[in-house]
Nanobody, 120 residues
């Protein structure tokens, strides 16, 4: 079993910044990709950014140049630095990973979600 604990969401004015964190714990052997997704009511969950253990990064076009994803492999933690926030960034943000377990299995896990609200 893996637990993903997120933190850092909140309310911010447009143009402001927030930093999200997500720490993975459990019987983890290794983690390749970790990522952030977001979802608003009535819409599908969408990718925000992913980062591999080797540092390969992928961003959604809507956040390029404003958001920065990073990770601490030793702590199994991924971060999302969000700058120049816009009202359209308002969503519940979810951490995601598919770790390789100590048992050898691979399963997808999601965090509980953290609300980010950007006021205009």
């Amino acid at each position: 079993q893996v637990q993903l604990v997120e933190s850092g969401g909140g309310l911010v004015q447009a143009g402001g910044s927030l930093r999200l964190s997500c720490a993975a714990s459990g019987s983890i052997f290794s983690i390749n990709a970790m990522g952030w997704y977001r979802q608003t009511p009535g819409k599908q969950r969408e990718l925000v950014a992913t980062i591999s253990s080797g540092g390969r990064i992928n961003y959604a076009d809507s956040v390029k140049g404003r958001f920065t994803i990073s990770r601490d492999n030793a702590k199994n933690t991924v971060y999302l630095e969000m700058n120049s926030l816009k009202p359209e960034d308002t969503a519940v943000y979810y951490c995601n990973t598919v770790p390789t377990m100590a048992s050898g299995g691979r399963y997808e896990y999601w965090g509980q979600g953290t609300q980010v609200t950007v006021s205009s």
